[in-house]
Antibody, heavy 123, light 108 residues
């Protein structure tokens, strides 16, 4: 069974850092890109960023709202994707989800998704 | 960034009803459009990709259509487990993925 499990969330003060992990199982992790998303309280889904698979350079893309503060990385030997969040702001408070990126014939989509981990940024 | 606008923001419907949700893109995105279902406390779930392709394991009462800037998600006969929030997402601009604001489907 394909499964993604996020961890590392918690309460953190503004300006501090936090690293989230996304542990994957049930598929060959290195064959896929991985995406991070979030949902702030009372808001909709928001894309955070994406890391391509190594054969495609392992490059990253980020939403403008987190660019320069957040960094996505991956450890294919452990089947884990990471989201390093620095200089956190109160508006970063959200449930963070990871998801497997699937690309076929140029059409990309995300499936499955993890259950999410809550990050609360507050003094 | 490409703006995605969903309508309505919410709707009330009964079990067995036919439900249609609309998603409009601020520029042409061909068929680079996905639909997701999100129930509170659960993982979001992919329903439709490439505007009209049904994701494996998703019931056939869900269907998607459209191309260019106008897309629809239709649930042919609403079931109790379908009460959730639905989001469209464009994958045309892969460096700046964007979602619609969501449509909450509630029980009438």
């Amino acid at each position: 069974e394909v499964q993604l499990v996020e961890s590392g969330g918690g309460l953190v003060k503004p300006g501090r850092s936090l690293r989230l992990s996304c542990a994957a199982s049930g598929f060959t992790f290195g064959d896929y890109g991985m995406g991070w998303f979030r949902q702030a309280p009372g808001k909709g889904l928001e894309w955070v960023g994406f890391i391509k698979k190594k054969i495609h350079g392992g490059t990253t893309e980020y939403a403008a709202s987190v660019r320069g503060r957040f960094t996505i990385s991956r450890d294919d030997s452990k089947s884990i994707a990471y989201l390093q969040m620095n200089s956190l702001k109160t508006e970063d408070t959200a449930v963070y989800y990871c998801s497997r990126g699937i690309s076929m014939s140029g059409f990309s989509r995300f499936d499955p998704w993890g259950q999410g981990t809550l990050v609360t940024v507050s003094s | 960034d490409i703006q995605m606008t969903q309508s309505p923001p919410s709707l009330s419907a009964s079990v067995g009803d036919r439900v249609t949700i609309t998603c409009r893109a601020s520029q042409r995105i061909n068929s680079y459009l996905n639909w997701y279902q999100h129930t509170p406390g659960m993982a979001p779930k992919l329903l439709i990709y490439a505007a009209s392709s049904l994701q494996s394991g998703v019931p056939s009462r869900f269907s998607g259509s459209g191309s260019g800037t106008h897309f629809t998600l239709t649930i042919s006969s609403l079931q109790p487990e379908d009460f959730a929030t639905y989001y469209c997402q464009q994958s045309f601009s892969t460096a700046a993925l964007t979602f619609g604001g969501g449509t909450k489907v509630e029980i009438k």
